[in-house]
């Protein structure tokens, strides 16, 4: 039986924080719009961040959420948006469906059978559409914030790789993202034991560093970062 991890309220808390990360949120919003097709399910949609920026460059878009107090806020937040239907969901599931590609950050690694929720994932998309996702890397900076949120783990490519790859999942694109924002992040989590949430640190990396990370990265992949980016297709 699937369940959820980790403090909800802490996760509401830093959800709420790290809203104010525009600039951040609005790289990794850039970094999926090529694979999402026409009518992409997003799995744990928290606030609805992601799917107000989304939304608006798709035909449709359903967002989801496990927790059922967020559920009933996603909700709420959302009503005004007719592109967007908010349902609930709890992966691993054994539903089938029919969406261009489904879109999860963040939330790959409080689920214990990782591999089972990707197989869920893989067979809500259609032959041919992407799984796409964002992960926290690096065991080593496992902390009291990773502990306090529910993450079981956090990964590298090899295990992400090879986590798609047993859930029948074929790897197209693979790579580190924000390699300054994990130094910051162990700096902060892990020796000042601060969880993220917002305030000052937060608003001067994202006006101030975050940009210059972006381009970088845009020009160089780094050999390491804050998240894995990941797209994987669902066999034909």
């Known amino acids: 039986m699937a369940e959820l991890t980790g403090d909800q309220q802490v996760q509401s808390e830093v959800l709420e924080g790290l809203a104010t990360a525009v600039n951040h949120r609005r790289w990794f919003v850039e970094l999926a719009l090529p694979y999402l097709g026409d009518n992409p399910i997003e799995i744990g949609s928290g606030l609805g961040d992601y799917a107000l ?14 927790d059922p107090e967020r559920l009933i806020a996603l909700k709420e937040r959302l009503a005004v948006e007719p592109k967007i239907e908010v349902r609930e969901m709890l992966l691993p599931h054994a539903e ?17 059978d990782h591999v089972g929720a990707l197989r869920s994932m893989r067979d809500l998309v259609r032959p041919g559409g992407a799984v796409v996702l964002i992960v926290p890397a690096f ?7 990773d502990i306090a949120t529910g993450h079981v783990r956090r990964y590298t490519k090899k295990t992400m790789r090879d986590a798609l790859t047993a859930a029948g999942l074929r790897v197209e694109t693979l790579h580190y993202a924000n390699a300054l924002g994990l130094i ?7 020796v000042f034991r601060l969880m993220p949430k917002e305030g000052p640190m937060v608003k ?3 006006t101030l560093v975050l940009p210059v990370t ?23």
């Open 53 to 66: 920026e989304w939304a608006p460059h798709l035909s449709r878009f359903t967002a989801t959420e496990a």
């Open 96 to 112: 089938r469906a029919d969406y261009s590609a489904a879109v999860s950050y963040n939330v790959l690694e409080h689920i214990d």
């Open 139 to 145: 065991e080593f900076a496992m902390g009291p914030a």
């Open 184 to 190: 910051g992040y162990f700096m902060a989590t892990k």
């Open 204 to 206: 001067v990396y994202d």
């Open 214 to 236: 972006k381009a970088a990265e845009q020009l160089v992949r780094p050999p390491f970062g804050q998240s894995v980016f990941a797209v994987a297709r669902v066999p034909d």
